[in-house]
């Protein structure tokens, strides 16, 4: 019974003013977010496609400046692209449930947050695994010699 | 008449509260694994300090080994200390909407709310300072 009463819609929290007010603020800064990694994809995608190769000097010191990984770039660019977009949802989804009183819309925003933190959560743990597999490979390598 | 205008309010529902504690939840351990993953990186450098001093002094005249372990470990802790304090406002805001959805508070909500708000709006302005950096870069190309 009790279970039942916390669980009916007079026990949520409400979205009052105060709430709203940060749903807003929130809605704001990540959609700056949004539009910032957009424009750092396209500039990166630009940068790997028309870099040259290069000589850096220092004193002595001489280093071939190699050419950017294509596939790389292109892949970090698209799990950014996901995020960017997830966010996006996130941002124009809140300000509409905030703005027209809407709860399907908020609900949705809510849920593109969940899915960006989802996704940016488990890039780390395969980035993580990646290199933990590349530590492992050296390692054994290097007590191989 | 209350009745009437709680009808048509917005509120955090079943729907929602699901999405916001699975957030809090992911958030958390975003959080949590970056601290673990600096701390790891600060050990792994502080282990291989002589081999990074050495190379370091061989690849740059005029570095001493001291000084270009110096110089790389303060620069480290420099970036590490921006990125704890965004990882801060993170775990915060994560914490307090868990706690707000399991205890119903409204203030820990909007307390939670305001921490992600901060943490965006960090990460947001350090974007901004990386892009315009990177676009001067470009440019003096």
């Known amino acids: 019974m009790e279970q039942q009463n916390q669980d009916s819609p007079l026990f949520d929290l409400q979205v009052d003013e105060n709430t709203k007010e940060q749903l807003r603020g929130l809605s704001k800064w990540t959609l700056i977010v949004v539009v910032t990694s957009i424009i750092s994809l396209v500039l990166s995608l630009v940068q790997a496609f028309t870099a040259k190769r290069e000589t850096v000097e220092y004193g002595s010191f001489r280093m071939q400046d190699k050419n950017p990984n294509i596939g790389s770039v292109i892949v970090s660019v698209i799990v950014s692209a996901i995020l960017a977009y ?60 | 008449m209350e009745e009437n205008q709680s009808v048509f309010e917005l509120q955090v529902d079943q729907e929602a509260s699901k999405s916001l504690i699975d957030s809090a939840r992911w958030a958390r351990f975003i959080a949590i694994f970056c601290f673990i993953a600096m701390g790891c990186f600060l050990l792994i450098l502080i282990a291989f300090q002589t081999r990074i001093s050495y190379t370091l002094s061989s690849y740059i005249p005029g570095m001493s080994e001291s000084g270009g372990f110096g110089v790389i470990i303060g620069v480290i802790i420099f970036v590490f200390a921006i990125i704890s304090v965004i990882l801060v406002f993170l775990l915060r805001g994560a914490n307090l909407i868990k706690k707000a959805i399991e205890t119903r508070n409204q203030q820990d909500l909007i307390e939670g709310l305001r921490s992600l708000k901060t943490y965006f709006a960090i990460y947001g302005v350090l974007a901004i300072i990386g892009l315009v950096m990177n676009l001067i870069v470009l440019i003096a190309k």
Not at chain 1, 118 to 144: D, Q
């Open chain 1, 86 to 145: 997830m966010l996006y949802q996130f941002s124009v989804f809140t300000k509409k449930g905030v703005d027209n009183m809407s709860q399907p819309d908020l609900n949705k925003g809510l849920n593109s947050l969940r899915s960006y933190f989802m996704v940016y959560g488990i890039i780390i743990i395969i980035v993580m695994a990646i290199i933990l597999v590349a530590l492992l490979i050296v390692g054994s390598t290097a007590a191989l010699r």
